[in-house]
């Protein structure tokens, strides 16, 4: 139920890990402290900090025994960039967005839930269905930078 992924978001990017889902029934849980996600600039910096002694790595190594290193990288399925998906939605090739939308949505509820964002699905409560998802640019614009700001980048926060 670990996965590792690789988000940007603002001026943010780097890996972090999830466990859990939304769907599932002891929900969904990203690295990081009370209502924020950690990102890590490079794989080598996360591997170290979930097996240091932090107190928080070895809470996070509590959640289950089911992951090991390596983790598999994350596969263009696994990333959240914005950049790319404004292009993509701002140019309305929906050749694949609504997977990749959908996906993106996903997070987003995710990461919302996580960091106690309750505006960020209601942003996301555009489209009828079981799963929040927006196909506006405009609201886009509004998720983002209430995402960002739930986000410390560790090793800039380490220093």
Known sequence: MYRLLWLRLGDKSGYTMRFGSINASYGVAFLGGEKQVW????I?????????????????RSLGQRWHWPLPLPTDADRFDHHDFHVTLRQNRFGDLGARIGWCSEIAAEFALHCELPEVLDLLDEVPGPKPTTFSVHRWRQ??????SCVLVWDEHAR
């Open 39 to 42: 990102l890590f600039r490079d």
């Open 143 to 148: 998720i983002i930078p209430l995402l960002a």
């Open 44 to 60: 080598e910096l996360l591997r170290s900090f979930t097996a240091s002694d932090v107190p928080l790595a070895q809470q996070w």
